[in-house]
């Protein structure tokens, strides 16, 4: 089991920056691949970025690319997501997840097995 803490939400303005952490703990971390999603009011969650477990591979969605950024430090148990030029549409609440496989499938909510419980991101006009 793996329980993953979100931290660093908050209110900006638009084109402001923000970067969001995700420290996990439970298992050896750097065995899971990593994710972020974010869930709009009245609307699904979505994916934003994943990267591998070596910090190797990632996607990201395309509204995320040349803006966000997905890293991770393996010796502090924590993955990190830069977000640059924050637009209005990207208020939503921000969910850290992790994989124990690394796969295609980490782009969708069921490529996921863990679930941290969030962090608001308010970007404002």
């Known amino acids: 089991q793996v329980q993953l803490v979100e931290s660093g939400g908050g209110l900006v303005q638009a084109g402001g920056s923000l970067r969001l952490s995700c420290a996990a703990s439970?298992?050896?971390?750097?065995?899971?691949?990593m994710g972020w999603f974010r869930q709009a009011p009245g609307k699904e969650r979505e994916f934003v970025a994943a990267?591998?477990?070596?910090?190797?591979?990632?996607y990201y969605a395309e509204s995320a690319k040349g803006r966000f950024t997905i890293s991770r430090d393996n010796a502090k148990n924590t993955v990190y997501l830069q977000m640059n030029r924050l637009k209005p549409e990207d208020t939503a609440v921000y969910y850290c997840?992790?994989?124990?496989?690394?796969?295609?499938?980490?782009?969708?909510?069921?490529?996921?097995?863990?679930w941290g419980k969030g962090t608001l991101v308010t970007v404002s006009s």
């Open positions: 997840a992790a994989a124990e496989r690394w796969s295609i499938e980490v782009v969708t909510t069921d490529g996921m097995d863990y």
């Open positions: 439970g298992h050896t971390f750097s065995n899971y691949a």
């Open positions: 990267l591998s477990w070596s910090g190797d591979r990632a």
